[in-house]
């Protein structure tokens, strides 16, 4: 098989393994490129096309999802797949590699050839962007190590938020042992100055009949006990040949609003508990989580924007963590005495006047916006 056509297939087979939030960049390939080259935002937020490959789509894991579909098998070389990576880079076409693998014999041997893949990359090449590599349920000690030292993000996907849902999707692996407990000693392994980019992970959305208050309890222990860098959604979508080819793709709102939860624990500070679900624990498809958080406190709303202190003013909707920097800045000199002048440093007033008051005055509006965007 030639080269062009082994990173068609082994590119489509790497979709799955999200790269950045699909609502920001969907998971197909970029049109007008070779295949497998894909969006990713940087941590900077910067859109920036990777080349997102499987080593090999030959895998003895058969997931409900995906795995035993009736399609070519096929495999890279280390060598064969460093160089490609580099004349991609050469041409401009790509700014790094994200490398994932199906499970060819045991997870280290797979291992070790993704790993001589980066080390001929970082050695022969002088490859130095960015690499993300994808480590392997029941990965050893010394590959998790070595990944580690070479790479600038790693990942586990846990792909469910427990051993009961991963069942459904994917009843050859062991969620507590080959999944959690690799993404455990990952972040035991990982030495001060190794992984700039940090460890990610990951849920199917919807694949195994999970409720989002299980994805987001699994994500914010997640978050409290790895610290990890970004926790990635990516929504059941059946595909054929498959055990699970008759179920409902999940729509994707509900994705949306897990990636609002997550970036509410990771940059706004918030707490499990100060979440809204419904009856059946889902989250409100029709509010944004913020806004469903604060409607529900009418005892700690509204806060005055001259004393509140930064936690409180982070939870009023329309005010961002940028903002509040700026709102404490500002009142240090003088009071802030109106919404024009909140609106000045940032302050997104048409959300937040129902939520707070300014030199003691309230400014309530009947209606309020119901999608977040989120504040500086």
């Known amino acids: 098989m030639e080269n062009e056509e082994k990173l068609r297939l082994l590119g489509a087979g790497a979709r799955f393994d999200v790269s950045a939030p699909s609502t920001i960049a969907a998971q197909n390939a970029l049109s007008g490129r070779p295949g497998g080259i894909y969006e990713a935002l940087s941590a900077d937020g910067r859109r920036v096309p990777l080349l997102k490959v499987l080593l090999s789509n030959a895998c003895r894991n058969d997931c409900a999802t995906r795995c035993s579909r009736d ?3 096929a495999s890279f070389q280390p060598q064969e797949l460093a160089r490609l990576t580099v004349e991609l880079r050469q041409a401009g076409l790509i700014e790094g590699l994200f490398l994932s693998s199906g499970i060819v014999g045991d997870s280290d041997s797979t291992m070790a050839r993704m790993i001589e ?10 490859f130095r962007d ?57 972040r035991q392994a990982v030495q001060p100055g190794q992984v700039r980019a940090g460890l990610t ?23 409290g006990e790895l ?12 595909v054929p040949d498959t055990p ?3 179920r409902q793709a999940t729509p994707p709102a509900r994705e949306h609003r897990l990636y609002q939860v997550d970036f509410l624990l990771r940059s706004y500070g918030f707490e499990l508990d100060e979440f809204v679900f419904a009856d059946d624990d889902m989250l409100p498809v029709d509010q944004d989580p913020k806004l469903a958080a ?26 961002g963590p940028t903002s509040v920097e700026r709102i404490v800045a500002a009142r240090t000199d003088r009071k802030i005495t109106s919404l024009r002048h909140l609106a000045t440093v940032g302050v ?16 309530p509006t009947p209606t309020q916006p119901r999608q977040l965007a989120f504040e500086l």
């Open 348 to 363: 997104r007033t048409e959300r937040a006047r129902n939520f707070i008051t300014v030199n003691g005055r309230f400014y």
């Open 294 to 319: 604060a409607l529900a406190r009418p005892d700690f709303f509204p806060v005055e924007i001259n004393r509140a202190q930064r936690w409180e003013l982070i939870r009023v909707p329309g005010i």
């Open 71 to 73: 399609i070519p098998r």
């Open 201 to 223: 992970t990951q849920f199917v959305v919807g694949g195994g009949e999970e409720t989002d208050r299980e994805l987001v309890t699994a994500t914010a222990r997640l978050q």
């Open 117 to 126: 893949t980066v080390e001929i990359l970082r050695r022969q090449y002088q």
């Open 130 to 186: 960015y690499v993300h590599l994808k480590i392997l349920p029941g990965a050893g000690d010394a590959a998790i190590a070595e990944a580690a030292r070479l790479a600038d993000r790693l990942s586990v996907n846990l792909e469910a938020p427990n051993s009961r849902r991963l069942q459904t999707i994917c009843p050859g692996k062991n969620f507590r042992r080959g999944l959690l407990g690799t993404l455990r000693r990952v």
């Open 227 to 238: 610290a990890l860098g970004r926790v990635y959604f990516s929504r059941f979508q059946p």
């Open 244 to 246: 699970l080819e008759n």
